[in-house]
């Protein structure tokens, strides 16, 4: 049996109480799941399963509507109809039943076994799937000013003066790169919604699907795992976090003297090698969309993130084995906002001031649980020229080019290095720091060198320093993304001549 920590046991025990009270007997990890809002106490099983699929539908069609709305926007029966139900993995039920209310700016599913599910849009914190009980978040949304210069007379990297090549390099055979872009938005399978080349510091060629465009945001998924790296970095480049890579992870509850969480190293979170007994079940099977699948509860449940991911046991050493798990890089995200509230900062505001501003990045939106803590690792939205500026700051190695002709290094220096050498437990040497790794191969058209963020349904920004290349691929593809991500990267690199 796995070790649990007090205030949950606290709050399982209370939610038992409750149910003898009502005549209903459930067991502790049921009672455990109604307490982060699973759904009413006394649902089946299949009712709890059936409100976390309606919890991730509400979601997305909140987020639709008023997070991608932002630059496209589309009826409430187009964002079903193209972000869920076209989507076997999503679950859609016939039964289900949507609206939108524009008024409160909520979206709801609805079934006779389970009530209703809703997420609630607070502008700039994007949308949040409300925990049973609670009927707005917890916290007192903020509005994130975007302080970079203006792009229309600000030159490119930070604005968009100047960012396309006129005339093109002569060593790219523009024919080639064309027909690359045309042949990888042809795959309509893979339902592609943007695609930008960067090469050399500058807009090589991009394509858009019909009404998105380079500053629409769009889910990106688990590339935002790279964002967790980078304010990490970020924080620790300024000051605003005292912790060095080989240091314990500053999470009070983990110092006690008999806890070996203590040896937990902010390297081995950023390296998803902290030891968390952290479950991942996955997609497809009869788990996923249970409260065991501690990695995926996160987006449909309505939880607290931070302490969901903090408040686990451990099952192996810190640094020895890669695995893929959500509680890495949001305790990653915790120990900054800790470090950040710790100094009197505002937290909503930090990763738009200390990162985003400063490369130009003015469309992204960091969802949050109804606490107030970004869901950093999934439930993220960024443009595709935000995501190319995010690139070429890690292929320039942290330091950013200034409108007035100077620099700004934003990540510490040997910070590159560090995300984009593999992780010791990475058998593979496929993960290095929250990036993803071409060392072992496993594009085998892209250069070894190559590495990227890497979000669900085949988001990316891969960054190649041999060929001074950065591409921006977004859209919620269904279909073998690795082999087509590769064959993209093949298909550009071959028309650069090297």
Not at 121 to 126: A, E, R, T, V
Not at 161 to 175: L, R, T
Request: hydrophobic content about 40%; proline content about 6%.
């Amino acid at each position: 049996m796995r070790t649990r920590h007090p205030s949950r046991v606290l709050s399982v025990l209370a939610v038992i109480l409750l149910s003898s009270a009502c005549g209903v007997e459930e067991g502790v990890e049921a009672a455990a799941s109604d307490a982060a809002g699973a759904g009413e106490v006394g649902t089946s099983d299949e009712a709890h399963v059936r409100g976390h699929i309606a919890g991730m539908a509400a979601h997305h069609i909140c987020s639709g509507v008023f997070v991608v709305g932002r630059d496209y926007e589309r009826s409430v029966e187009d964002v079903v109809a193209q972000d869920i139900r076209r989507f076997d993995i999503f679950k859609w039920q016939d039964d289900f039943e949507y609206a939108v209310n524009f008024e409160t700016r909520t979206a709801s599913v609805s079934a006779a076994d389970f009530g209703t599910r809703s997420a609630e849009y607070n502008g700039d914190q994007g949308c949040t799937i409300l925990p049973a009980g609670l009927e707005d978040v917890t916290y007192e949304p903020q509005v994130v000013e975007r302080l970079s210069p203006d792009p229309e007379v600000t030159v490119w990297p930070t604005g968009d003066v100047g960012a396309y090549y006129d005339p093109p390099p002569p060593e790219v055979d523009m024919a080639a790169l064309e027909a690359a872009l045309d042949w990888t938005m042809a795959q309509s399978e893979h339902n592609t919604r943007a695609l930008v080349v960067v090469y050399a510091g500058k807009i090589l060629g991009e394509r858009y699907a019909p009404g998105f465009t380079r500053n629409t945001p769009q889910i990106s998924w688990s590339q935002g795992k790279s964002i967790a790296s980078a304010l990490v970095g970020a924080a620790i480049q300024v000051g605003h976090l005292d912790a060095g890579l080989d240091d314990p992870v500053p999470v009070p509850d983990w110092q006690g003297e008999e806890d070996p969480r203590r040896e937990i190293r902010v390297r081995d979170i950023l390296n998803m090698s902290s030891g968390l007994d952290f479950l991942n079940r996955g997609l497809g099977n009869e788990d996923s969309w249970t409260h065991t699948n501690e990695h995926f509860r996160i987006y449909f449940e309505g939880i607290d993130v931070f302490e969901h991911a903090i408040d686990q046991p451990m099952d192996t050493v810190p640094g020895a084995i890669f695995r893929y798990r959500n509680s890495d890089p949001l305790t990653a995200n915790r120990i900054v906002r800790a470090a950040v509230e710790a100094r009197g900062e505002d937290w909503l505001t930090y990763p738009q001031r200390i990162l985003f501003d400063r490369i130009g990045a003015r469309n992204y939106v960091l969802e949050t649980d109804a606490w107030g803590n970004f869901i950093i690792t999934g439930y993220d939205y960024g443009s595709a020229w935000d995501w190319a500026r995010f690139g070429l700051l890690h292929l320039w190695d942290g330091v950013w080019p200034t409108p007035d002709g100077g620099s700004d290094r934003i990540l510490p220096e040997g910070w590159v290095e560090f995300v984009s050498t593999p992780a010791p437990g990475a058998d593979l040497q496929q993960y290095g720091g929250l990036f993803w790794l071409n060392r072992g191969g496993s594009l085998p058209r892209a250069p070894e060198d190559a590495y990227w963020s890497a979000g669900f349904m085949g988001q990316y920004t891969v960054i190649i320093p041999s060929y001074d290349l950065v591409i921006v691929r977004l859209g919620p593809s269904p279909g073998d993304i690795g082999a087509y991500l590769s064959d993209i990267i093949g298909e550009v690199t071959d028309a650069i001549d090297r």
